[in-house]
């Protein structure tokens, strides 16, 4: 979704990327927290997709094609973009204290976003990173 957002592609959203934040946590915290949960081998929204929910099959996870900069199909490959697009969801919400941190594009917004958690409540303070390769150009 957000290199279809990069590329001003998602018609419901028509920002920029900047200000769309990640909320970092783990499987393992999840699952500590009870929480009822799943993960794909692909989109979601394809027939072909596997939900599945045991944590042995991770590696049923094209885990080369995620890390990957490229996006496109290939010749070789027709149905790389729908692997890259593999997602691990959670039932209805999930905790604050599952999370481990933040993160963000650039210096401004993490300036925001601890100022943020830090009027709403100092209990909430979570550390915020910037990841600016987890965006797109």
Same mark, same amino acid.
């Given at each position: 979704m957000l290199a279809a957002i990069s590329? $001003?592609?998602v018609d419901a959203y028509q920002g920029? $990327? *900047?200000p769309i934040i990640y909320? !970092?946590?783990t499987v393992q915290r999840v699952m500590d927290a009870g929480l009822t949960w799943c993960f794909t /081998? #692909?989109?979601a929204l394809e027939r072909v997709t596997s939900f599945l929910r045991d944590i042995s099959d991770m590696d049923? !996870? /094209?885990w080369a094609v995620i890390a990957a900069r490229q996006w496109r199909n290939t010749? /070789? *490959?027709p149905h790389r973009m729908r692997r890259k697009q593999a997602e691990f969801l959670v039932h209805k919400s999930v905790p604050w204290q599952v999370f481990l941190g933040v993160a963000v594009r650039n210096v401004n917004?993490? $300036?925001r976003v601890e100022e943020l958690l830090a009027s709403v /409540?100092? #209990?909430l303070h979570r550390p915020v990173a910037i990841r600016p390769k987890w965006y797109y150009d």
């Open positions: 590329r $001003q592609r920029e $990327q *900047d909320l !970092v946590s /081998d #692909g989109h049923r !996870v /094209d010749d /070789d *490959d917004l993490k $300036q /409540d100092p #209990g």
